[in-house]
Antibody, heavy 117, light 107 residues
Framework: QVQLQESGPGLLKPSETLSLTCTVSGGSIRSYHWTWIRQPPGKGLEWIGYIYYSGSTNYNPSLKSRVTISIDTSKKQFSLKLTSVTAADTAVYYC???????????WGQGTMVTVSS | DIQMTQSPSSLSASVGDRVTITCRASQTISTYFNWYQQKPGKAPKLLIYGASSLQSGVPSRFSGSGTGTDFTLTIRSLQPEDFATYYCQQSYSTPRTFGQGTKVEIK
């Protein structure tokens, strides 16, 4: 069974770049859409984007100018970079898998990222 | 973007109650539709995919229905562990979008 674990800095200053990594264990990275989602404190879920193992990506247009998702199949990791962060980017960031049916069936535990001066 | 609108935003119910949550998409999405349950401090959990298919391991008291633009999640007999926030999501097109959530609280 695939398991996911997010890692990365929990505190950033405005204008810095958010960098998170999701490590995949227990299964192949050569399947699924590897997805990033975020949830601001007390609010709902926002889809950031996904990457396939081939490297093809799809981003939320609301973040597209600032987002890059990449994958390293040899390390079984995929990563999120979000540039020029502001307080509005403060959220719990989740990595997840989207299976062939379209559901996000496996989630990491989430990592809180706070943007504050 | 496809907008997903859930109702109600919150509800109070008792153990044993039948609970229904609805979600409407701003355009037709066939059955590319999913339901999630989220408990405080935890990641969301997939309950229903393809509008009506029960994810493995999810109790059978949960069921989903609908196609096109209107969808329903039903909890047949609410259990203490079901008090949580529920989200709908469309997987018809990108960007994937979620409903605003329905918080199910104890009456």
């Amino acid at each position: 069974q695939v398991q996911l674990q997010e890692s990365g800095p929990g505190l950033l200053k405005p204008s810095e770049t958010l960098s998170l990594t999701c490590t995949v264990s227990g299964g192949s990275i050569r399947s699924y859409h590897w997805t990033w989602i975020r949830q601001p404190p007390g609010k709902g879920l926002e889809w950031i984007g996904y990457i396939y193992y081939s490297g093809s990506t799809n981003y939320n247009p609301s973040l597209k100018s600032r987002v890059t998702i990449s994958i390293d199949t040899s390390k079984k990791q995929f990563s999120l970079k979000l540039t020029s962060v502001t307080a509005a980017d403060t959220a719990v960031y989740y990595c997840a898998t989207e299976d062939g049916e379209g559901g996000l069936n496996i989630w990491g535990q989430g990592t809180m990222v706070t943007v504050s001066s | 973007d496809i907008q997903m609108t859930q109702s109600p935003s919150s509800l109070s119910a008792s153990v044993g109650d039948r609970v229904t949550i609805t979600c409407r998409a701003s355009q037709t999405i066939s059955t590319y539709f999913n339901w999630y349950q989220q408990k405080p401090g935890k990641a969301p959990k997939l309950l229903i995919y393809g509008a009506s298919s029960l994810q493995s391991g999810v109790p059978s008291r949960f069921s989903g229905s609908g196609t096109g633009t209107d969808f329903t999640l039903t909890i047949r007999s609410l259990q203490p562990e079901d008090f949580a926030t529920y989200y709908c999501q469309q997987s018809y097109s990108t960007p994937r979008t979620f409903g605003q959530g329905t918080k199910v609280e104890i009456k």
